[in-house]
Nanobody, 122 residues
């Protein structure tokens, strides 16, 4: 079992940066692949980025490639999402998620955090 708590969201101007953090509890964090998803009002939850349990492979949605970077620190049970060059369309609630089978679809993820709001003003 893994419990996830996100932090780091907030209000930022377009072109700015934010770093989201996800703190995981549990002894077996290193056995999970991790991802970030986001959901804007009236839309479905969408994939943002994922990282393999070993940290040696990452995947990104086309909309954030080159601007966002996912990383993890297994010694600290932490996952991060560095977001640069933010755009108003990045505004959403961002969720951290854990899975035993890395994927771009939310159905494969077993554990979710409560989410953190990111708002980008134009």
């Amino acid at each position: 079992q893994v419990q996830l708590v996100e932090s780091g969201g907030g209000l930022v101007q377009a072109g700015g940066s934010l770093r989201l953090s996800c703190a995981a509890s549990g002894r077996f964090f290193h056995q999970y692949d991790m991802a970030w998803f986001r959901q804007a009002p009236g839309t479905e939850r969408e994939f943002v980025a994922a990282i393999r349990r070993t940290g040696d492979s990452t995947w990104y949605a086309d909309s954030v490639k080159g601007r966002f970077a996912i990383s993890r620190d297994n010694a600290k049970n932490m996952v991060y999402l560095q977001m640069n060059s933010l755009k108003p369309e990045d505004t959403a609630v961002y969720y951290c998620a854990a899975t035993g089978t890395i994927a771009r679809t939310s159905q494969w993820y077993d554990y979710w955090g409560q989410g953190t709001q990111v708002t980008v003003s134009s």
